[in-house]
């Protein structure tokens, strides 16, 4: 059983470094990049950059997903995870994952201790330690965060629409009757992806509760310190070809 990381890629200065860092991890890595994000990366047999359309007006990066979805060959009984470009793991990590066998596994996470430079941050908690199922809600569990079997990964589109029903708001369609309307609700982050996952395999979720991704790990601004939060086997991955100190990222402005 492999494990299959998509990564929507727009940080090109980091492309060197995250090629070290998921080559190592021995999974296969898909950098999704649109024609504008293009960056050349080596030939290996665990780094498989793959073009994607570029984002039209309105779209998010879940579009990415979906289409990669649509075009790849995906892997039924694999693991697929999404995650940002600036996130990590632990050491170790990978190896539990391989062992699991449920449709959805979730871990907890680190994610710094500052908020994006230049915005107000609304997302997940810079701490999510998950022990509970009553916790796969929307701004608590990040991307990054959940793994789901390739069947899930083909059957549950990230950016396609939820269903609701609201009873009693149809067009009657019987004397004194009055269906229930069926609408459209758009997901238009990573929240929404856990949830509908939750209600779909409520009994086929693995929490990970001592196992961490180090979000946003590679985000410029975001961690102060990280003696607080890191277990004493985390060996942090390097910064290649980059003087973090003196590189500003705009994707949070």
């Known amino acids: 059983m492999n494990i ?3 990564i929507p890629f727009y940080r090109k200065k980091l492309a060197k470094t995250l090629t070290y860092y998921w080559e190592q991890q021995q999974v296969f890595w898909y950098p999704l990049m649109a ?8 030939k290996t047999k665990w780094v498989r950059p793959t073009m994607v359309s570029e984002l039209k007006k309105g779209d998010n990066c879940f579009v990415k997903i979906d289409e990669f979805r649509d075009t790849q060959k995906i892997i039924a009984d694999d693991y697929y995870g999404v995650a940002c470009d600036e996130t990590i ?3 170790g990590f990978m190896d539990v994952l391989r062992q699991q066998t449920a ?3 979730v871990c907890s996470s680190y994610r710094g201790d500052k908020t994006p430079p230049g915005g107000i941050y609304t997302g997940p908690p810079t701490v999510c330690v998950v022990t509970s199922l009553s916790q796969l809600k929307r701004n608590i569990i990040g991307m990054g965060q959940y793994f789901v079997k390739g069947e899930v990964f083909k059957e549950v589109p990230y950016a396609g629409d939820g269903i609701k029903s609201i009873p009693g708001s149809g067009i009657p369609t019987h004397k004194g009757g009055r269906p229930a309307k069926t609408i459209k609700i758009a997901r238009d982050d990573d929240g929404h992806y856990i949830v509908e996952l939750k209600r779909r395999y ?6 990970m509760t001592n196992w961490y991704s180090f979000a946003n790990y590679l985000q410029f601004g975001r961690w102060n310190t ?3 939060c890191i277990k004493p086997n985390w060996e942090l991955p390097k910064y290649i070809d980059i003087n973090i100190e003196k590189e500003k990222d705009t994707l949070h402005l």
């Not at 024609?35 to 080596?42: A, G, L, R």
């Not at 409520?202 to 929490?207: A, G, H, Q, R, T």
């Open 103 to 105: 449709k959805v596994v």
């Open 202 to 207: 409520p009994n086929d979720i693995v929490l």
């Open 89 to 91: 793991y632990e050491p």
């Open 226 to 228: 990280t003696n607080a």
């Open 4 to 6: 299959h990381i998509l």
């Open 35 to 42: 024609p504008s994000d293009y960056v050349e990366f080596p």
